[in-house]
């Protein structure tokens, strides 16, 4: 027992897992005294010698607010990474740098994208969406008309099942959670229940399936069950306040919250309502994946649950051993995170993280844990759960099932295969480097 | 037990009478035939359904190809340098997860192809080959796969017919789900 510089007394924080892990609820009930005790520095000598100065910046006036404010110039080095920087006549992908923000909304400029023939520069007001197939009556809307109609938010996160790709590698890609991680974001969308056009349109009951198709040039599609169209599905035109981002549909696409991001269909112009799928190329080809016995995954649909740590991860630098906060994002297509358990010393002990709120379903939510690392070698680890009872798999697990490369992957670009989501483990030594482990 | 009381005549026919007039969604939606959807309605469906009139060889096929495709994808399909993806063969499923995917070793439906050559093929010129280049180039993919013959002639009836090899290889990941 010890006493902080008032005098009073305060309790040794919870451990609650090997290495230096601490309950969850420390800074609820703990407070400052708390706080000064897992640091250590509570009685920390002043330094002296020091004296605080104004800087250039407070003694002149800034510069005039703009129209369009754009992050400080000292954060220049947070920004998308690029598959294609050279924009050449092939796909194009923008990954989210996890490791670089918090939160559980991503920035629209750093949302992910990834685009099969580029951006299309679609003028909103000669843009159409057609409704039509199976149909008491084919119907077409402006972004006019269907700015009209009664509109609702929800936060979703949108995945890319190539998201993860490089950690089907037999050895750990060392790469930041931006290069593993970063095609997935989760914005606030606004928009139309798809339901409404439906129903305005009049389905036919043969009609099990919506073709959703893009205004880009290679008119991409993807078959979408009617239930999930009649659920929560929705032709979004808002993205975090504002008009979509080009990169992310512009000026309407489809939200199938929780479901692969190439079904979210972007600069969606017509919606087919037919008695079967189309079996198209991102659906036959693409976003099919392989198991090992040599049969192939077809119409998976959800981004099932997972969860990684942004902080601390590869890239990020240790400043010395002592407090501090271990935090990443945690998600599921099935709905609501229930649980997410954090692992400093790779798997062997774990403790419950605190779940930021609000805890959204099928949307990104926060998890933190409180860590005080003594500088010896770790293993972090998170492992989350959602509502429907389904546990994100450790490595070993999902390697059973889903198999892993016979040799490593190069290139954190690749996609082996689809819908990875097993545990991420970041390795830190001694001399506060991290890496990408598997364990 | 509350039980709810019948409606009277008179409320079920304003009710019928006020859904007709006041629809239950706002109604700004502007009716469209579908004759006019129809050059925005591409898709082919895996039975071929939508398949458009017109036909081709691989024969004829191999010309289309040399002239609009092999720029990117390379001569014979062999891969280039900006489609570097071999367009035919491949490995048995079985050689791993990352196995590279093929007409021969992994589309599951032949119409697959003719879709996707019209709607995104050449890819700096979409939606720019005549039916007739299509049928051919999509007769010249199956013909280097070794699923069809040179002289086979594809068109609407003839294609969806073809057996790809791997149409039985594919597992319902989420059955429930639609």
């Given at each position: 027992m010890s006493?902080?510089r008032s005098g009073?007394?305060?309790?040794e924080?919870?451990?609650v897992?090997?290495?230096?892990?601490l309950d969850?609820?420390a800074?609820?009930?703990g407070?400052a005294?708390?706080?000064?005790?897992?640091t250590?520095?509570?009685?920390?000598?002043p330094?002296?010698?020091e004296?605080?100065?104004?800087?250039?910046?407070?003694?002149?006036?800034?510069t005039?607010?703009?129209?369009?404010?754009?992050?400080?110039?000292?954060?220049?080095?947070v920004?998308?990474?690029?598959s294609?920087p050279?924009?050449?006549?092939r796909?194009?992908?923008a990954?989210?740098?996890?490791h670089?923000l918090?939160?559980?909304?991503?920035p629209?400029?750093?949302?992910?994208?990834i685009?099969h023939?580029?951006?299309?520069?679609?003028?909103?007001?000669k843009h159409?969406?057609?409704?039509?197939?199976?149909v008491?009556q084919?119907?077409?809307?402006?972004?006019?008309?269907?700015?009209?109609y009664?509109?609702?938010?929800?936060?979703?996160?949108?995945e890319?099942?190539?998201?993860?790709?490089?950690?089907?590698?037999?050895e750990?890609?060392?790469?930041?959670?931006?290069?593993?991680?970063?095609?997935?974001?989760?914005?606030?969308?606004?928009?139309?229940?798809?339901?409404?056009?439906?129903?305005?349109?009049?389905?036919?009951?043969k009609?099990k399936?919506?073709?959703?198709?893009?205004?880009?040039s290679?008119a991409l599609?993807?078959?979408?069950?009617?239930?999930?169209?009649?659920?929560?599905?929705?032709v979004?035109?808002?993205?975090?306040?504002?008009r979509?981002?080009?990169?992310?549909?512009?000026?309407?696409r489809?939200?199938?919250p929780?479901?692969?991001g190439?079904?979210n269909?972007?600069?969606?112009?017509?919606?087919?309502?037919t008695?079967?799928?189309?079996?198209?190329y991102?659906?036959?080809?693409?976003?099919?994946q392989?198991?090992?016995?040599?049969?192939?995954?077809r119409?998976?649909?959800?981004?099932?649950?997972?969860?990684?740590?942004?902080?601390?991860?590869?890239?990020l630098k240790?400043?010395?051993?002592g407090?501090?906060?271990?935090?990443?994002?945690?998600?599921?297509?099935?709905?609501?995170?229930?649980?997410?358990?954090?692992?400093?010393d790779?798997?062997?002990?774990?403790g419950?993280?605190?779940?930021?709120?609000?805890?959204?379903?099928?949307?990104?939510?926060r998890f933190?844990?409180?860590w005080?690392?003594d500088?010896?070698?770790?293993v972090?680890q998170?492992?989350?759960?959602?509502?429907?009872?389904?546990?994100?798999?450790?490595?070993?697990?999902f390697?059973?099932?889903?198999?892993?490369?016979k040799?490593p992957?190069?290139?954190?670009?690749?996609?082996?295969n689809q819908?990875?989501?097993?545990v991420?483990?970041?390795?830190?030594?001694s001399?506060?480097?991290?890496?990408h482990?598997?364990? | 037990m509350?039980?709810?009381?019948?409606?009277?005549?008179?409320?079920l026919?304003?009710?019928?009478?006020?859904?007709a007039?006041?629809?239950?969604?706002p109604?700004?939606?502007?009716?469209?035939?579908?004759?006019?959807?129809?050059?925005?309605?591409?898709?082919?469906?895996?039975?071929?359904?939508?398949l458009p009139?017109?036909?081709?060889?691989?024969?004829?096929?191999?010309?289309?190809?040399?002239?609009k495709?092999?720029?990117?994808?390379?001569?014979?399909?062999?891969?280039g340098?900006?489609?570097?993806?071999r367009?035919?063969?491949?490995?048995p499923?079985?050689?791993g997860?990352?196995?590279?995917k093929?007409?021969?070793?992994?589309?599951?439906y032949?119409?697959?192809?003719?879709?996707f050559?019209r709607?995104a093929?050449?890819?700096?010129q979409?939606?720019?080959?005549?039916?007739d280049?299509?049928?051919?180039?999509?007769?010249?993919?199956?013909y280097?796969?070794?699923?069809?013959?040179?002289?086979?002639?594809?068109?609407a009836?003839?294609?969806?017919?073809?057996?790809?090899?791997?149409r039985?290889?594919?597992?319902?990941?989420?059955?429930?789900k639609?």
């Amino acid at each position: 027992m010890s006493r902080d510089r008032s005098g009073k007394k305060w309790v040794e924080p919870v451990v609650v897992a090997d290495n230096g892990l601490l309950d969850r609820r420390a800074f609820l009930r703990g407070g400052a005294a708390f706080a000064a005790a897992i640091t250590g520095y509570a009685a920390a000598k002043p330094a002296s010698g020091e004296p605080l100065v104004d800087d250039p910046w407070s003694l002149e006036m800034g510069t005039v607010t703009p129209p369009l404010q754009v992050p400080s110039r000292f954060e220049q080095n947070v920004v998308r990474t690029l598959s294609n920087p050279k924009n050449e006549l092939r796909n194009s992908h923008a990954r989210t740098p996890h490791h670089l923000l918090n939160g559980t909304i991503t920035p629209n400029s750093l949302h992910f994208s990834i685009n099969h023939s580029g951006l299309p520069d679609i003028d909103p007001a000669k843009h159409r969406l057609v409704i039509h197939g199976l149909v008491k009556q084919p119907l077409v809307y402006t972004l006019e008309s269907l700015s009209r109609y009664p509109m609702e938010s929800r936060m979703a996160f949108v995945e890319c099942s190539g998201n993860s790709a490089p950690m089907f590698s037999n050895e750990p890609v060392q790469a930041t959670a931006q290069a593993l991680h970063g095609l997935v974001s989760c914005s606030e969308w606004t928009g139309v229940r798809l339901s409404t056009l439906i129903e305005e349109a009049g389905a036919d009951p043969k009609a099990k399936w919506v073709i959703a198709e893009g205004g880009d040039s290679l008119a991409l599609h993807r078959s979408v069950p009617m239930k999930k169209a009649l659920d929560d599905a929705m032709v979004a035109v808002y993205q975090n306040g504002e008009r979509l981002m080009p990169g992310n549909g512009y000026p309407m696409r489809l939200l199938l919250p929780g479901y692969q991001g190439n079904m979210n269909v972007k600069f969606l112009r017509r919606l087919k309502l037919t008695d079967g799928p189309a079996m198209s190329y991102y659906e036959g080809r693409t976003y099919s994946q392989i198991l090992p016995d040599g049969k192939a995954y077809r119409f998976h649909f959800v981004q099932e649950v997972k969860s990684f740590i942004t902080h601390p991860s590869f890239g990020l630098k240790m400043n010395g051993p002592g407090f501090y906060e271990i935090s990443g994002v945690a998600y599921s297509g099935n709905g609501r995170i229930s649980k997410v358990m954090v692992s400093a010393d790779g798997g062997k002990s774990w403790g419950e993280a605190a779940l930021q709120a609000p805890v959204l379903p099928k949307a990104f939510t926060r998890f933190r844990m409180p860590w005080r690392w003594d500088g010896r070698p770790v293993v972090l680890q998170s492992r989350a759960w959602d509502e429907g009872g389904n546990a994100q798999p450790t490595r070993a697990e999902f390697v059973a099932v889903r198999g892993e490369t016979k040799t490593p992957v190069k290139s954190p670009l690749s996609f082996p295969n689809q819908h990875y989501n097993s545990v991420t483990s970041w390795g830190i030594g001694s001399d506060g480097e991290i890496k990408h482990v598997y364990a | 037990m509350y039980t709810p009381k019948p409606p009277s005549a008179a409320l079920l026919a304003l009710a019928l009478v006020s859904s007709a007039a006041f629809p239950q969604t706002p109604g700004l939606g502007k009716p469209i035939s579908e004759a006019d959807v129809r050059p925005w309605d591409i898709a082919i469906m895996p039975d071929g359904t939508g398949l458009p009139p017109g036909s081709g060889t691989a024969v004829q096929g191999a010309r289309v190809f040399a002239e609009k495709c092999a720029a990117c994808h390379g001569e014979g399909g062999k891969g280039g340098p900006l489609a570097p993806a071999r367009l035919f063969g491949g490995a048995p499923l079985t050689n791993g997860i990352d196995t590279p995917k093929t007409i021969g070793n992994f589309w599951g439906y032949s119409t697959i192809v003719f879709d996707f050559v019209r709607r995104a093929m050449p890819f700096n010129q979409p939606r720019t080959l005549t039916n007739d280049e299509v049928y051919a180039a999509t007769a010249y993919l199956l013909y280097l796969n070794q699923i069809i013959g040179e002289n086979d002639v594809m068109n609407a009836s003839t294609l969806p017919k073809v057996q790809m090899p791997n149409r039985d290889g594919f597992i319902i990941r989420f059955p429930d789900k639609i």
